[in-house]
């Protein structure tokens, strides 16, 4: 089975994704690498993508947020201060 996968949609521009981020990156553990894949969307640079991932999940978009994706299918997501690195990993 693979393994679940993490989008972290950031904007660059915006303090609440920059902090948002920050308090996931410092609840972090190393261990949390061999339970997903997490992988970082830079919102300004990637903006084409981000809208692809929204529409291939059906989740709109905003910013700054966390998508799970388990199986093909998103099976979480949240936005601003609603990201919670517990609830995440309440969902693997």
């Known amino acids: 089975m693979d393994r679940p996968v993490l989008i972290f949609k950031h904007s ?3 303090s609440i994704s920059s ?11 190393s261990a949390d690498d061999e339970k997903l894949t997490a992988y970082f969307l830079d919102l300004i640079s990637y903006r084409d993508l981000s809208n692809q991932v ?6 709109p978009h905003q910013s700054p947020q ?10 979480y997501d949240d936005s601003h201060f609603g990201i919670s690195y517990q609830s995440i990993m309440s969902k693997i």
Do not use: P
């Open 12 to 14: 660059t521009r915006c």
């Open 19 to 29: 902090m948002s981020l920050d308090r996931l990156a410092r609840n972090w553990q």
């Open 54 to 59: 929204a529409r291939e999940f059906g989740v």
């Open 66 to 75: 966390v998508i799970l994706i388990k199986e093909g299918q998103a099976i």
